[in-house]
């Protein structure tokens, strides 16, 4: 699950209320009990994300240590598929919540070796419901029709096509 978010702090915490407000069909405590992340700036107000409006802790937040990605190398993993679709360099400001939702929809239906084989779509909707993936906006891709290069989400976009092609 991703949220894009242009206004760092606010913006995330916006995208953990989301989830929350659908946490009796997620059981967001049981789904999102941590967060563990980086130190980025997005992150330094730690209470807007551990608790919600009313003051009740609805997750903890860890942070990684500086330069240590084998703290959450499955994070990471994700990242290099991110980084497949989305290069450096390409605009995110032409990027809408649901081209996020279809970029991680084809990623987690990606079958994983240390999930022995299951996509982490599979093993979310086991552990949590086809409801719970529904509500959080992710389906699943056939395995064939997963696409990780930079059409799934650019092919719309006239801003983008122009831009890749100066790039040629």
Not at 7 to 19: D, E, L
Not at 70 to 77: G, R, W
Request: aromatic share 12%.
């Amino acid at each position: 699950m991703a949220f894009f978010t242009s206004a760092p702090a606010r913006r995330c915490r916006a995208a953990w209320t989301y989830c929350g407000a659908i946490s009796a069909a997620t059981r967001f405590h049981v789904c999102f009990p941590l967060l563990l992340t980086d130190r980025g700036s997005e992150f330094e107000k730690w209470e807007m994300f551990e608790r919600d409006s009313f003051g009740n802790t609805r997750l903890r937040i860890f942070y990684c240590d500086p330069m240590q990605s084998s703290q959450k190398p499955h994070v990471e993993n994700n990242h290099n598929y991110i980084r497949d679709i989305i290069p450096n360099g390409f605009p995110l400001g032409c990027l809408a919540q649901a081209d996020i939702n279809l970029m991680f929809s084809h990623i987690n239906s990606v079958p994983r070796l240390s999930l022995c084989d299951k996509t982490p779509y599979e093993m979310f909707c086991f552990l949590h419901g086809e409801k719970a993936a529904q509500l959080l906006d992710i389906t699943s891709v056939p395995r064939d029709e997963v696409i990780l290069k930079p059409y799934l989400i650019f092919r719309k976009n006239k801003q983008v096509q122009r831009i890749m092609k100066m790039q040629d």
